[in-house]
């Protein structure tokens, strides 16, 4: 079985570590310059296929001339994971049994670039993993496979994240070997109606409004701790916060965005629906700490409003 991968993110190592043996070439976007330096940081896909010693596509569009390179090539599969950008019919036309889709979501649901995000930040209870039969439209393809994963009470963006992507892993490998034997099944045509959308995160959605309940201002924090990672200021310098726990998911009368109490498990902050108790943090230009690490470096923190 000969596979092209496609893949560019965290989440694509491990249905790329499971069937790297059949991988013939692997796909990443081009990583940009970062940092003062500009300085560019091959991401996790590449560092694994370069290791490998695995032929290495990196592409900014279709439009480079690197990806001429695909025409080239005749795989059973194109297997899909967190890539990046729409893969044109031209493409998805050189596997001789077909384009794979990997897409962390209960598909119709949460279609686009942020499933795992959206589905913390709105509180959802369940999610999953589909696979689909790709097409030129953005996760639109027919159902090929589907399972339910809960989510946890405790889960960020990094867990949930893993816990799809090892299963994703489990599942692809025995997957392609029913294909490849088979053939490529029709599957089920997604619902048009159910379908629902994520818009990309931008830097600015990081941003706190304490005018929101605590389990709201929580359920941000976890899906943005990655990137942008939510933030917020303290006497003019922009706090970002990794981590926090509903302390007291009732009302209380201390102002929105106050800090009440410093103790050693971090620092409660009141918001007009519940407080929220804030674990780890980091201010601007320094170390990542402990809420409560951070607050014994920081005189009079208690009544300090934040934003």
Known sequence: ??????GSSLFSVPPLMAVLPSVSCVVTRRAKPKGRGYHVEANDVKKIASEAGIPLIEIDSFKDEAAGQLRDLKPDFLVVASFGLMIPDWALSIATVGPVNIHPSLLPRYRGP?????ALWNGERETGITLIKMNEKMDEGNILHQ???AIDAGDSMITLSAR??????EILPGFLEEMKTKGMMEGVVQSGELATYTPIIAKEMGKIDWSLGALEIIRQIKALVLWPTAYTYLEGKLLKIF??????DSAVSAEAGIVMEVTKAGFLVGTPNGTLRITEVQ???KKRLSAYQFAQGYRGLVGKRLG
């Open 1 to 6: 079985m000969k596979i092209v991968y496609f």
């Open 114 to 118: 942020s499933p795992i995000q959206w």
């Open 147 to 149: 399972e339910i994963m």
């Open 164 to 169: 799809l992507a090892a299963r994703a892993g």
């Open 243 to 248: 981590d926090a726990h509903i302390y007291d």
């Open 283 to 285: 201010l601007e230009n």
